[in-house]
Structure formats: structure tokens, C-alpha cells
């Protein structure tokens, strides 16, 4: 979404993880688009292994070209290790084929921050090729925890092309209030989207209460409304993701899943109209 109007279900795109990973890929495409969105995210390591399974990338093309959906996002990879992610071959693969807007990279970086920056640039040259944004993703147990340790890989690596997404979950999950964005907005070019409570669940394993707990927008204590309007001054032209993973909705039909995000999403976009 490049655009000062006030943000719609349409803007945002259905990410991955919103539904279990036993949904069909023609299933999954169908609940998401009759929740009212037009754009999905994929997993290249969920894809690695469909193809695996003896499917082709021919039915994903006659998929995306039946439902009229868009593949905007690939997730995800890492871009700062010695050793590269073999899945950043692959994910080129589909850059070139499908021409997604991002490809999401999270941490760690290994050796120095400097040396980190370094390898997300050469990736985000590659990727330059096919009009895809690189953005980094930081998360609380990786070594690229917050958003200003993001900003600063970014900001050593110089390229046009890579740029941060901003998960609101993990921002809470490091404590951070929404303050912590202030002056951070100009690297920032992907926010993503769920609820939560503001006390952690599990302490014990940031990684598993991610991958549990997250709740529709508007059904747990995060400001939302605030992370919009605070968007909408400091980014308008920056793009919305919707990440809602929850063992609740991933053991349900997906289009009611769907549904239901895209229903609490609507509530916080209305309320963000109005506050």
C-alpha cells in the first residue's frame, strides 16, 4: 500500500503462518480471499518441501493465476550466517518467477554487526534484480532483537532495497513500548500485524509463546489503533502483513479462521478511523 487513505483488509496481506501448515495450498488461497484479501504470504521452506511431495510450481502458477491473489511475501531466511541458508537459493527461485514484493530475513548475524550487514547486502543486490525489498525481521531471541538493532544492519548495509519488517508481537514481547519506533519509521517498510496480551504467557520460550499465543487484532491488550495513526504519520507508504498464529484457529476450518481475523482486523481499522 502506497497511499495516504485510511488502510483496508485489502492492504494487508495473509500471511503464512495464519493457518496450520496441513492447509492446501488451493484451500488456503480460497480462505484467505474470501476473508476479503487479495494478497498471501508464503513459506519457502513449506514450498521446498511441497515440491518434494512430487508437486510442481505449475500448480501454484495456475493457482495464483485462477484466483487472481498475489504472492507478496516470502518467509523466511537467513541472510547473516557464515554458512548461507540453502533456502536463499530457492526463495530466488521464486523471486524471479512470482516477483513478490519481500522476501523476510531474520537473524542471528554471526561474527560482528558490520560483518552481518555486509552478507544482507549482497543478498539484497541479488534480489534487486526482481524488484524484491529484503526486510529483516527482528525477534527477541536472536541476536537481532529490537528494531533499532535492525535499523542499524540496515543503516551499515546502505542498499535501497533492505529494509525492516516490524512485528508488533515482538516489540511487546521485548518490552518495548510503541515510543521505541519514534525515528526508526524511515527504516521500516513492512508492518505486521496480530494482538496479544502484554505480559508474556511463556516467558520461559519467546520463541514457543510466538508460535502459540498471538490473538486476532483486537481481542488482546496491544495498541493497534495507536501503531496505525503512529504509521500513518511517520510511514503511510509502508506495507501491512497479518500474522496471526494460534493453535486455536490453526485446528478449525481455515476460511472460518480467516474470517475471523480478517473480522477483528476490520474493528481495529474502524477504530483507528475514529480515535
Known amino acids: 500500500m502506497a497511499s495516504n487513505r485510511p488502510p483496508e483488509i485489502s492492504d494487508f496481506a495473509f500471511a503464512f503462518n495464519c493457518l496450520g501448515e496441513d492447509v492446501p495450498l488451493e484451500e488456503r488461497f480460497s480462505a484467505a480471499q474470501s476473508a476479503g ?4 504470504g508464503l513459506s ?3 514450498l521446498s518441501q511441497w515440491l518434494e511431495q512430487g508437486h510442481e510450481l505449475g500448480e501454484l502458477d495456475r493457482l495464483v493465476e485462477d484466483s487472481g491473489m498475489r504472492v507478496s511475501e516470502l518467509e523466511a531466511v537467513r541472510i547473516m550466517t557464515v554458512e548461507p541458508d540453502p533456502r536463499v537459493e530457492f526463495a530466488a527461485v521464486l523471486a524471479e518467477r512470482y516477483r513478490p514484493s519481500r522476501l523476510q530475513a531474520i537473524g542471528p548475524y554471526d561474527g560482528t554487526i558490520d560483518e552481518g550487514a555486509e552478507r544482507a547486502g549482497q543478498v539484497a543486490d541479488r534480489f534487486a534484480a526482481w524488484g524484491v525489498d529484503v526486510v529483516l525481521e527482528p525477534l527477541p531471541f536472536t541476536n537481532m532483537q529490537t528494531p533499532a ?4 544492519v540496515i543503516l551499515r548495509a546502505d ?3 533492505l529494509s525492516m519488517c516490524m512485528d508488533v508481537w515482538h516489540l511487546y514481547r521485548m518490552g518495548l513500548p510503541l515510543s521505541h519506533l519514534d525515528g526508526l519509521w524511515p527504516f521500516i517498510s513492512t508492518v505486521q500485524f496480530n494482538d496479544g496480551t502484554i505480559e508474556c ?3 520461559e520460550d519467546l520463541r514457543e509463546d510466538c508460535l502459540l499465543n498471538r490473538r486476532v487484532p483486537g481481542e488482546g ?3 493497534l489503533v495507536g501503531l496505525i495513526q503512529a504509521r500513518n504519520a511517520h510511514r503511510p507508504d509502508s506495507a501491512f502483513s497479518l500474522e496471526v ?16 481475523i480478517a473480522d477483528g482486523l476490520a474493528s481495529v481499522l474502524e477504530a483507528s478511523r475514529i480515535a
Open 37 to 40: 484479501f487479495t494478497e498471501v
Open 44 to 46: 519457502v521452506r513449506w
Open 149 to 152: 538493532d535492525a535499523a542499524a
Open 159 to 161: 542498499r535501497p532495497n
Open 201 to 203: 504467557e511463556h516467558p
Open 221 to 223: 491488550e496491544f495498541d
Open 245 to 260: 498464529i494460534n493453535t486455536t484457529l490453526r485446528n478449525q476450518d481455515p476460511t472460518l479462521s480467516a474470517k475471523q
